[in-house]
């Protein structure tokens, strides 16, 4: 007999330094640990301690695309947690809070109440609050009919420190279940959740998967200065330093990350940086000096609201057009923008190959969302990934790192392997490397530099494409990809003649095998986040099609499901 399907949405809200990223992320560990598909969503302030922070848990029978509004289960550490989401909650939603704590009118609070006395449930709570959260990590647990060991596993694994304080937390957590299973919560939402029985599979969020990408393909040196949300693939560089053989370092600034990276690109050794906006600014200079010496380099670039610091703990995809332009002069470099764990790690491989096979910057475009958006993938194919390291030579004494060729990439040699001499230069050069003001000779190199742009469109990652309707075609790239596959088949389930469409590659566009693709449609709506719709420009002034229709975010947060769906139904209408 089939399982029933279910799909709960838990919300666990407070202050910071409450402790709910704790609970969240013991509570996520778990339920992944037992076979759940589950999507996580952290909002929070740029600050220790006060302001509104969350931890969102999605969990299904199925695989997961995107984060709902309609909570479920609501779990509030502060009194503000219960108001600030009144409007995302339904009848059958839960509200669990302490009421010792937190006292409310209950007549104005929508949905079930699940009121605890920590005071009766867990003393040692009250005495210290440090244990509040795994005393709700219990109660969710125990809503969630979660096999007990399984979670007392996690706890331990977290929390073993320590004479007493594993005992302690374990005896909170046993607190916070029994409190559960005393009261006989019964709620219709919860009824038919059940761990469901996986292939082998990984749990990592987005960043994780751009590291292991990158080592898959045989990076050999990574170096960043941090700055979320790029930290996170500096982290997991560093934790895989002596199994991948690895150099990681932390760089005194964003200057001289690139800089290093250019340094071991130049000597043979594939290289790579992370950064956000505020430190790709400072890359920019060195990124032209990526195009001058035909370097290969990678840059993941983890977009974050600007200008300036703006929220540096929000999502957006503001950086677009700054990095389709960053750096003075005309000279080619790939924008990369996966939309899924499979697609940053597959993704990052490739933009190895293509800066070696091109010797251009490559830049592979997240945001806060997908770089901490933590969820079950299937497990990666390294027979799918290849290394390309481009045209070499060796032992050549004539060799010119700069010679013209038909396509603009020349030959590359690595110092030290042959008789030739490398010699590279940031002003303009000759064929051999060699500094020159010859103005014939600088109109051949810029062409030459150019000219690899056409390989590239070549080999452009055209997009993913579902739906066979001509009517309404949603396009996006990045990280909407799954909201709006998951919008668009809602309404493809209601009869409308809608069609979705994601680009995994924004830059460059081979506008002659785009334009009679989008032409084919009779409205064409893109999904940015957002305030001016960049990609929406970009594209419609290489292809010369008008996109009419942009459905714009730009407040800090992903599209939620209910966010799209209700833009789209002012436009289907």
Same mark, same amino acid.
């Given at each position: 007999?089939?399982?029933?399907?279910?799909?709960?949405?838990?919300?666990?809200?407070?202050?910071?330094?409450?402790?709910?990223?704790?609970?969240?992320?013991?509570?996520?560990?778990?339920?992944?640990?037992?076979?759940?598909?589950?999507?996580?969503?952290?909002?929070?302030?740029?600050?220790?301690?006060?302001?509104?922070?969350?931890?969102?848990?999605?969990?299904?029978?199925?695989?997961?695309?995107?984060?709902?509004?309609?909570?479920?289960?609501?779990?509030?550490?502060?009194?503000?947690?219960?108001?600030?989401?009144?409007?995302?909650?339904?009848?059958?939603?839960?509200?669990?809070?302490?009421?010792?704590?937190?006292?409310?009118?209950?007549?104005?609070?929508?949905?079930?109440?699940?009121?605890?006395?920590?005071?009766? +449930?867990?003393?040692?709570?009250?005495?210290?609050?440090?244990?509040?959260?795994?005393?709700?990590?219990?109660?969710?647990?125990?809503?969630?009919?979660?096999?007990?060991?399984?979670?007392?596993?996690?706890?331990?694994?977290?929390?073993?420190?320590?004479?007493?304080?594993?005992?302690?937390?374990?005896?909170?957590?046993?607190?916070?279940?029994?409190?559960?299973?005393?009261?006989?919560?019964?709620?219709?939402?919860?009824?038919? +959740?059940?761990?469901?029985?996986?292939?082998?599979?990984?749990?990592?969020?987005?960043?994780?998967?751009?590291?292991?990408?990158?080592?898959?393909?045989?990076?050999?040196?990574?170096?960043?200065?941090?700055?979320?949300?790029?930290?996170?693939?500096?982290?997991?560089?560093?934790?895989?330093?002596?199994?991948?053989?690895?150099?990681?370092?932390?760089?005194? /600034?964003?200057?001289?990350?690139?800089?290093?990276?250019?340094?071991?690109?130049?000597?043979?050794?594939?290289?790579?940086?992370?950064?956000?906006?505020?430190?790709?600014?400072?890359?920019?200079?060195?990124?032209?000096?990526?195009?001058? @010496?035909?370097?290969?380099?990678?840059?993941?670039?983890?977009?974050?609201?600007? &200008?300036?610091?703006?929220? &540096?703990?929000?999502?957006? =995809?503001?950086?677009?057009?700054?990095?389709?332009?960053?750096?003075?002069?005309?000279?080619?470099?790939?924008?990369?923008?996966?939309?899924?764990?499979?697609?940053?790690?597959? =993704?990052?491989?490739?933009? $190895?190959?293509?800066?070696?096979?091109?010797?251009?910057?490559?830049?592979?475009?997240?945001?806060?969302?997908?770089?901490?958006?933590?969820?079950?993938?299937?497990?990666?194919?390294?027979?799918?990934?290849?290394?390309?390291?481009?045209?070499?030579?060796?032992?050549?004494?004539?060799?010119?790192?700069?010679?013209?060729?038909?396509?603009? +990439?020349? &030959?590359?040699?690595?110092?030290?392997?042959?008789?030739?001499?490398?010699?590279? /230069?940031?002003?303009?050069?000759?064929?051999?490397?060699?500094?020159?003001?010859?103005?014939?000779?600088?109109?051949?190199?810029?062409?030459?530099?150019?000219?690899?742009?056409?390989?590239?469109?070549?080999?452009?990652?055209?997009?993913?494409?579902?739906?066979?309707?001509?009517?309404? @075609?949603?396009?996006?790239?990045?990280?909407?990809?799954?909201?709006?596959?998951?919008?668009?088949?809602?309404?493809?389930?209601?009869?409308?003649?809608?069609?979705?469409?994601?680009?995994?590659?924004?830059?460059?566009?081979?506008?002659?095998?785009?334009?009679?693709?989008?032409?084919?449609?009779?409205?064409?709506?893109?999904?940015?986040?957002?305030?001016?719709?960049?990609?929406?420009?970009?594209?419609?002034?290489?292809?010369?099609?008008?996109?009419?229709?942009?459905?714009?975010?730009?407040?800090?947060? &992903?599209?939620? $499901?209910? /966010?799209?769906?209700?833009?789209?139904?002012?436009?289907?209408?």
């Amino acid at each position: 007999m089939a399982s029933e399907a279910f799909d709960v949405n838990m919300l666990i809200g407070g202050q910071a330094g409450q402790g709910m990223q704790t609970s969240g992320q013991l509570l996520a560990k778990s339920l992944l640990k037992l076979g759940f598909y589950i999507s996580t969503l952290q909002s929070f302030h740029s600050r220790i301690r006060g302001g509104h922070n969350y931890y969102q848990i999605r969990l299904a029978s199925t695989p997961i695309n995107c984060m709902t509004r309609s909570v479920d289960v609501l779990l509030a550490f502060d009194e503000n947690t219960l108001w600030e989401h009144q409007g995302e909650l339904h009848a059958d939603s839960l509200s669990i809070f302490n009421s010792e704590k937190i006292k409310v009118d209950h007549g104005k609070l929508k949905g079930r109440l699940l009121e605890l006395s920590m005071s009766q +449930v867990y003393p040692e709570a009250v005495t210290d609050e440090i244990f509040t959260n795994v005393v709700y990590v219990g109660v969710l647990a125990g809503l969630l009919n979660c096999p007990e060991a399984e979670v007392e596993s996690v706890i331990g694994e977290t929390f073993n420190k320590g004479a007493g304080v594993l005992e302690k937390n374990v005896a909170g957590y046993r607190a916070g279940r029994k409190f559960v299973q005393d009261a006989k919560v019964s709620n219709p939402r919860l009824t038919n +959740v059940h761990p469901e029985k996986q292939e082998r599979s990984l749990v990592l969020h987005g960043n994780e998967a751009i590291a292991l990408g990158a080592l898959a393909a045989g990076c050999r040196f990574y170096t960043a200065y941090p700055m979320t949300p790029a930290s996170t693939i500096l982290e997991t560089m560093a934790h895989y330093m002596s199994q991948a053989q690895v150099v990681v370092e932390q760089a005194e /600034d964003e200057i001289a990350a690139l800089n290093m990276v250019l340094g071991a690109s130049f000597a043979g050794v594939r290289a790579m940086t992370g950064t956000s906006g505020g430190g790709f600014s400072l890359m920019v200079e060195a990124v032209s000096l990526a195009g001058m @010496l035909e370097i290969p380099a990678v840059i993941a670039l983890a977009m974050r609201p600007g &200008p300036a610091t703006g929220l &540096p703990t929000r999502t957006e =995809q503001g950086d677009l057009e700054f990095a389709i332009h960053a750096g003075h002069g005309e000279f080619a470099r790939v924008l990369l923008s996966p939309g899924t764990h499979a697609e940053c790690f597959y =993704q990052t491989t490739h933009a $190895f190959n293509l800066a070696d096979r091109y010797h251009v910057p490559v830049l592979v475009l997240t945001d806060q969302y997908l770089s901490d958006w933590y969820t079950r993938v299937p497990e990666f194919k390294m027979e799918q990934v290849t290394r390309d390291y481009g045209p070499m030579v060796e032992g050549k004494a004539d060799y010119a790192r700069y010679a013209l060729t038909d396509n603009g +990439v020349s &030959p590359r040699m690595v110092p030290g392997r042959g008789e030739g001499l490398v010699v590279v /230069d940031s002003d303009e050069h000759t064929q051999g490397g060699h500094l020159t003001e010859d103005l014939a000779v600088r109109e051949k190199m810029v062409k030459k530099r150019l000219q690899k742009i056409e390989g590239l469109k070549r080999e452009y990652f055209m997009p993913e494409v579902m739906g066979t309707g001509q009517d309404t @075609l949603v396009m996006c790239w990045g990280s909407n990809r799954g909201v709006v596959a998951d919008v668009v088949a809602h309404f493809q389930q209601l009869g409308k003649a809608v069609t979705w469409m994601h680009f995994k590659q924004v830059w460059p566009l081979p506008e002659e095998r785009l334009r009679p693709l989008l032409s084919a449609y009779r409205h064409l709506v893109m999904v940015e986040n957002n305030a001016t719709g960049q990609f929406a420009r970009v594209l419609q002034g290489e292809t010369g099609v008008t996109i009419a229709q942009r459905i714009l975010k730009y407040d800090g947060k &992903p599209f939620l $499901f209910e /966010d799209l769906l209700t833009a789209l139904e002012k436009l289907l209408v």
